[in-house]
């Protein structure tokens, strides 16, 4: 017997690491069997149509967003926009799911605001804290992807750990890929990558912590002058000019890169040529990035914050991202010693080798088959 599963997926390129969770929850999904599978987002995005699934348009502007709340709380069922399906999966949350007649697991990333309430307005508070109290209360699953977020969901929600699935989500499959010296010569040239860098891929958002990581960097270049730090994310976001602030009083202009928006291809291929990765994230519940890092056998060093250290194990040195020193020095013991960091980065590639889309896959069959 088939189920007809609805992937709601309302991420998109602008979303950061929610996005790249999307992908490889659809790429996983390819390794399911006894699953028909409809896409309910935007039909023009070249991502979702490349893993063959039929996308059916599907969006939720803010005001629909408000709609669909309102009516809940006020206790009117609208139409279902799922009826056609038997089961739903979200891996970013959906205000009409609490409007569906059908079953659901969606993902709940983290709680963020919980530890940095100040990063948000008090209407975010609200509306967070809220929209998330009424999904979880509907959910007949709740995917995370550490213990230390199921903690907080158990605590601050009081829902039962079982209802709770502790489901990591590996990179996109590529990112294992061994991509050819032509191709990485290409893209070195092309984005004019210097010999040696430090990579830091993420929206220029206050917790992303990129103005410590800019002081830390500027004493690095003090003992390391042919080093730079190369930096993606879209030049919109709420600190880019804060960050492009403080490097020009840092007078790093010419050691930091900004490359803005980068696809999946060039990514891969800047991890692989990356000196190490360097994530000082003030929250992460889990950090693609250092996954995709791991894959890639790029040396991390990484917060030591919340479920990174869960993640990073001894594949990574860890530092405290709230202070400037200690981010240095984790990067300069890299630097020091490239083959011990590419001793531990090998240790952790060894140890992404179990975790594949494949596995992923047969994780989300087995918790989607018991919604049915």
């Not at 088939?2 to 309302?10: E, H, N």
């Not at 069922?77 to 007649?101: G, V």
Request: net charge neutral; aromatic share 12%; with cysteine.
């Amino acid at each position: 017997m088939t189920i007809r599963l609805g992937v709601v997926a309302l991420a998109g390129p602008r979303n950061g690491g929610t996005y790249q969770y999307t992908l490889s929850t659809l790429q996983a999904l390819r390794h399911t069997t006894g699953l028909d599978i409809t896409v309910y987002g935007d039909p023009q995005n070249q991502d979702f149509a490349a893993f063959g699934y039929p996308v059916r348009p599907f969006a939720e502007q803010r005001w629909r967003r408000l709609f669909s709340f309102t009516a809940h709380k006020l206790g009117f069922r609208l139409a279902d926009p799922f009826a056609t399906e038997d089961i739903l999966l979200a891996p970013i949350y959906s205000l009409a799911l609490l409007h569906s007649r059908k079953p659901f697991a969606f993902t709940l990333h983290d709680l963020q605001e919980r530890y940095y309430p100040a990063n948000f307005s008090w209407w975010q508070l609200a509306w967070r804290d809220n929209t998330n109290r009424d999904l979880l209360a509907r959910a007949a699953r709740v995917i995370c992807e550490s213990e230390y977020v199921k903690t907080d969901i158990v605590r601050f929600f009081g829902i039962p750990e079982g209802r709770i699935a502790v489901t990591p989500a590996p990179p996109q499959e590529q990112f294992m890929a061994e991509p050819g010296d032509d191709f990485l010569d290409g893209v070195r040239r092309r984005l004019a990558l210097p010999g040696s860098f430090l990579f830091y891929p993420a929206q220029f958002w206050p917790h992303k912590n990129h103005l410590r990581l800019l002081e830390a960097f500027a004493e690095v270049v003090l003992r390391y002058n042919d080093v730079e730090l190369v930096l993606t994310g879209r030049t919109h976001s709420d600190d880019y000019d804060a960050v492009m602030a403080m490097i020009a009083r840092l007078g790093l202009s010419k050691q930091v890169r900004i490359l803005g928006y980068i696809d999946a291809g060039d990514l891969r291929a800047i991890y692989r040529l990356a000196t190490a990765l360097v994530m000082p994230s003030l929250f992460e519940s889990v950090s693609i990035p250092v996954y995709e890092a791991f894959q890639a056998g790029t040396p991390v060093v990484a917060s030591g914050i919340l479920a990174i250290p869960e993640q990073v194990g001894d594949g990574g040195l860890l530092f405290d991202p709230t202070s400037v020193p200690s981010i240095r020095d984790a990067i300069v013991k890299t630097l020091a010693d490239p083959d011990a960091a590419r001793g531990r980065a090998q240790l952790a590639r060894e140890r992404m080798r179990a975790m594949t889309p494949e596995h992923y896959g047969l994780q989300l069959q087995d918790l989607l088959l018991k919604l049915k």
